[in-house]
Each structure stands twice: as C-alpha cells, then as structure tokens.
C-alpha cells in the first residue's frame, strides 16, 4: 500500500489486512487444534487411530492444500503419504506428498493429471485405512474428472462465460459439482468403507460444504436436473458447447444420490474467523468498530454503493457508529466483465466507489474522511496480482473532472491499472489460504 492516506486509516487497514489474513492461515489454525499422542491424532475434535507407518492416507487440494499438509507432515512425520493438488506455486516441500502444481480458475492438464492421481489413490483405500482430506478453495479446478462426454475446454469455456458473466459463486458452484466425477460426495464414495475425515478452510459464503471445491467429500442435494435449467434460465447455455447440455440431461436420467459412510467433515477456518481478527485490530486501534455482515453477495457495483452510503451516513449523522469509525463486511461478489484490462472484484469494487464517491463530491458531498477497501484473503485479486485495494480522501481530491478518468478504466475492466498509475493496490503475495474478501470503510 504505497497511496498516501489519513495516517490513522493507512495504519489500521495494513494491521487489519495482516491480522485478518493470519487468523486464517494453516499453521494458526492447526496450532492448538491438532495433536498427536501415541498413536491417536486429535484433530479439531475428531480423533483418529493410526497403526504402523504410513498409517494416515491423505488428499490435500485447494489454495490452502501446501500449507495445510505441512500442518499434518510437522506432525506425523513418515507416518502420513498423499497427494497435494494446488494452484500455488510450490514452496513448501512437504515430504511423503505427490505434488501438483495445477491451474486456477480454470482447470489445465495438471488438474485432469491431478484428478486421476487422486480418484486412484481413494479408490485403493481400504475399511482398515484412514483418510484425510484436507480442502479448501480453489479445489474444484485443481483436481477434475469431467463427466463422460464433457471436454477439459468445454468445461473451462463455460467456467469463463459464467464468470465473465456474473453468475453468483453458488451457481457456478452447482455447475461444477455436477460436471465433476469428483464433486458432490462422489471423492469420498470411492472409499465408501474406509475411516474418512475432512477438514476445510471456507471460501463460499455460508460456508456451504457441498460449495467448497465442489464439495468432493460431502452429500450434494442438488442434481445434475438442477444445473441444466440453471443453464437455461441463465442463458449460458447460448454460449457453451452442447456437449454440456447433453451431458446433464444424460445424468439426470441415471441420478442416484450418494450415501457416505465413515465420514465426518469439519469447518475448521472461515470468513468470519478473518472478520473477528480484524474486527478485533479496530478496536484495539480506538475505532469504534462494526461487523455489518459476512453475507455480502451481489455485484461489485452494487457493494460499492452501499458501502459508500455507510461511510455518508457515518460522516454526516454518526451512524450506524460514529467516527473514529470502521465499518466491516465478509463475502463475495461478483463482476459483470465489459472490457480486456485487468483487476478483480475487490478492485472494482473500490474503484466503483471511487467513482460514486466523485459523484458525491461533484453534488456538493465531500466525504474526506473516508478510505474504502477491498481485499481477496488469498492475496489475487482477479486475473491481477493484487489481494485488492483502497480509495482515500487523498485519493478522491485529485479527481475534479467529473470522474472521467474512472469511468474509462471502469468501461474497460481495467481497475487494477487505474490503481498502479493513482495508488492504492493492496498487495500481499500467496498467503496460503482462502476465506473470500473482507470490505470495508474507515471513517477517521
């Protein structure tokens, strides 16, 4: 963050972004809440009884898979082996682990390699052995089997034009489940007797298990029905491929919903463990600090505007807290893409309000108090390198021609440009985990 802004606001929000990101991490989450003793291992309540070496199987998938699986690796030595399929970048070196480096958001050749090393794996368990799987977001394109019938381009060329065109993340979360012969419990099934345990760090909002990296460990009941009228009533389906189409149809023909054995699942980190840290930074900094809503779930441009309504309200009228104030929100939106540049929702997000915020001021309304902000907890922001960014008082009194500039990045989906020339990206690198975003105003 290398915009100038208030010195209180600039301060809280590095201390805010840093803390909440850091309540989420592996190795702050698994600290006190997985232990081995003898041959037990505790874990987040569950208890497991391992025997002999090798004795604990393993599947780690998602942003947090790396990270996570060193948690389990610290602690169990050669006694755990798996599998690690991620879009990070290695960097951590978990030995007993097969790594694959795989593609994000949209599926690659890794991913079906990853995919197939994994259904493998599960699928010699037996009902003596114990398996852990350990998800979180960004599993559902790290490891993929497509559906008979169902290409590795048909799938990611749908997976764009549902982002592209705003799909709200459960949906396109239902089409993925069902076009995965992994999603919707059907991982788990291939080892339908063996001990099954999953932990999983929350990237939907909710937290909604089936959603989480398609839900590969747990019960969906949604069906292969439901993900094609949603192609219909979306109109997606004018734009894919027709082998998607026909393939849903064939497998609501044959539908059968999945029973699991054996299998306990756990939330173990979330959106609302980063809101609490960072709810918890703005207090201990003197703000008088308010978490709104973990739910936030509409378009970037709508968020914007109603961020910026709170910030108006909290300036003019000290509500619904007065200044020093921050104003908190958890969650996920979305963006309707219009041009080539390049940004993420949180990006957007804050150059929405910006350009709302100009608005105001050309109205004769100077919120100059205000720094909005957004922020992905991963640390990539979109097809950007950002986590997200922040828009200052400093920030909105450069621009006195109306918000012409602003309107021109806006237009071209090119936030994250706007925000390298004017300052304000929030950058934070991989942070190894995953809770959504968290946004917000800080009225000093």
Known sequence: MKAA?????ETLLQRLVESSICAVKPI???ENNCRLSGNNLTAFGHTLHLEGRNALRCVAIGKSAEAMALEIQKRLGDRVNGIIA???ERHLGVKGFKFFKTGHPYSDKESLKAGDKVRQFVSSCRATDMLLFLISGGGSASVFVPVEGVSLDDANHLIK???????????LNLLRRHLSALGGGKLAALAKKANKLSLVISDVVGDHLPSIASGPTVPDN???????????ESGLIAKINESIPNALR???????GINLENNAVRVIASNSNALSAAENEGIENGFNTLVLTRFLEMDAESAAGFLVSIARSVEQDGIPVPPPALVLTGGETTVNVKGPGKGGRNQHLVLSALRELVRLKEGGVN?????VFSFGTDGKDGNSSAAGAFASAELLARF?????EIQKYFNESDSNSFFTKHGGLISTGPTDTNVMDISGIIVA
């Open 400 to 404: 006195d021609d109306g918000g012409k």
């Open 367 to 371: 919120l100059n108090r205000t720094t």
């Open 86 to 88: 991620t879009p990070i």
């Open 161 to 171: 034009a549902a982002l592209d065109s705003g799909v709200p993340i459960h949906k």
């Open 222 to 232: 949604t069906t292969p029905a439901d993900a094609y009228d949603f192609l219909v």
């Open 250 to 256: 064939s497998l609501s023909e044959h539908f059968r």
């Open 28 to 30: 702050t989450v698994f």
């Open 5 to 9: 802004v208030d010195s209180s606001a």
